[in-house]
């Protein structure tokens, strides 16, 4: 898939939450992508709901296994290790709190860290899969989305409007525009991409941003 | 130990109008599309299918949509079959969400003889809608009932005539839960090796919970590689 520079860049970005050690499930899209930026020498194992820990990396259609894919649908490959099993142990291993990191996607966040990413009722209800489970029980949610819709609008915002995945379930927010933390206080802008200023960011954002510098750090 | 092997027509004809039937599988890997494709071929309507997702346009689940045989589908995510998407948002097929997790665990409890379990998973949200909330050492949780139904459509890679199964891959996800979770489970493999071939060691499930076994004769397109 060929990505502009701007999502390459968001995605690289999210790419430094995966740290050595760490159990981590990405969600389908673009989290799936961080994947391509965590270096193979960096000790980690990714769970994939579908039941799958130690995911290796995706194959072409030629070489793939019609057996073996990843919850996002792609052919996947094993590494020394790997291990598969049925969808009740593969969600024991989430609730249990066995995922360090889940990186998801979303529709709406709030303030609050709410998220909303499994339904706009009577247009597109693709329904939760394992997101709820994920981002009630993995031990660190961050969210990577483009900051605004299809329409424009901000997905970030005061309240979701939308039917929430769960809710203060999110710890950062890795968007095209922005890195964004969620504290006790409301929403606290990290970062800025690259060719932006932070009135641009507080202008796509329908959320209040606390601004905690006067210098933000681009990425 | 008993031979369980009959024909697809035999075992599919066992299914009646309003039945409710569970399909292995998650996306491609692991669904009984030859089952599948039987039971469009026999007809029955009325059904209620227990499937984790709606598979893709023209495959496997999308088929009995389209055939007009399902009334209600309880599911985890149908993003990927717009048929089912719309059929749901015109109000002709009446579609209950679960969490994958809890879906998994409804089905792995019928399975174990038990009737519910307790959990915080979806609480504050829609899905938590009709469902009783009962408090245990200081935390709400959710009563959720166990999920057992009228037959189970399994996928083996390997199975023997007494039904004792191996999976491959990715291909296990439901499988073993819902062989485990329905009163007639009838399962499809692609090969039938002699009883004893498949180590006890490697059985993922065991041959008292199947009803019967059929022998696929050839794939058919829809078991390989989806090229989007």
Redesign the interface.
């Known amino acids: 898939m060929e990505l502009s520079d701007v999502k390459d860049r968001m995605i690289r970005r999210a790419a430094k939450e995966v740290e050595a050690g760490m159990t981590v499930n990405l969600g389908i899209g673009l989290p799936t992508q961080v994947a391509r930026y965590v270096s193979p020498t960096t000790p980690v194992c990714l769970h994939?709901?579908?039941?799958?820990s130690g995911v290796g990396p995706s194959l072409p259609?030629g070489k793939?296994?019609?057996?073996?894919?990843?919850?996002g649908?792609a052919?996947v490959s094993?590494l020394p290790g790997t291990a598969?099993?049925?969808?009740?142990v593969?969600?024991?291993m989430?609730?249990r709190g066995r995922i360090d990191l889940t990186i998801l996607g979303a529709f709406q966040i709030s303030t609050a860290g709410d998220l909303a990413n499994?339904?706009i009722p009577?247009?597109?209800?693709?329904?939760?899969?394992?997101a709820?489970?994920l981002a009630?029980?993995a031990c660190r949610v961050v969210v990577l989305t483009t900051h605004l819709d299809k329409r424009g609008n901000s997905k970030i915002v005061k309240e979701c409007s939308l039917?929430?995945?769960?809710?203060h379930c999110v710890s950062r927010i890795y968007t095209d525009m922005a890195v964004i933390d969620v504290v006790e206080e409301g929403l606290v802008l990290v970062e800025i991409a690259e060719g932006l200023s932070v009135n641009d960011v507080v202008a796509s954002t329908d959320s209040p941003l606390l601004i905690p510098q006067i210098n933000i750090p681009v990425f | 130990m008993p031979d369980k092997i009959k024909t697809i027509e035999e075992a599919i004809s066992q299914i009646y109008d309003g039945a409710s039937v569970m399909l292995g599988g998650f996306g491609v890997p692991g669904t009984p599309f030859c089952l599948i494709d039987e039971l469009v071929r026999q007809g029955q309507t009325g059904l209620t299918l227990i499937k984790n997702d709606a598979n893709e346009m023209g495959m496997g689940v999308d088929h009995l949509l389209e055939n007009g045989q399902i009334d209600k589908l309880i599911t985890t995510h149908i993003g990927l079959n717009s048929r089912a998407v719309n059929l749901m948002n015109d109000g002709n097929l009446e579609v209950e969400f679960c969490s994958q997790g809890i879906l998994a665990e409804r089905i792995r409890t019928a399975g174990a003889g038990l009737f519910g379990f307790l959990t915080d998973i979806g609480i504050d949200t829609d899905l938590a809608g009709g469902k009783k909330i009962i408090e245990v050492d200081g935390r709400r949780c959710l009563i959720e009932t166990s999920l057992k139904a009228d037959f189970a459509f399994i996928h083996a890679l390997h199975a023997d005539a007494f039904g004792n199964l191996e999976y491959s891959a990715s291909a296990q996800n439901f499988n073993p839960l819902m062989a485990m979770a329905a009163d007639n489970v009838i399962v499809e493999s692609e090969f039938i090796v002699a009883t004893g071939d498949i180590l006890p060691n490697t059985i993922h499930t065991p041959g008292p919970f199947v009803d019967v076994v059929v022998p696929l004769v050839e794939l058919t397109e829809e078991y390989g590689v989806v090229r989007r």
């Open positions: 994939s709901e579908n039941g799958i259609y793939a296994d019609r057996n073996l894919i990843d919850a649908g052919y094993v598969f099993f049925d969808s009740a593969s969600f024991a989430v609730r499994w339904a009577g247009m597109f209800t693709p329904g939760a899969g394992g709820m489970e009630q029980k039917p929430l995945t769960a809710p």
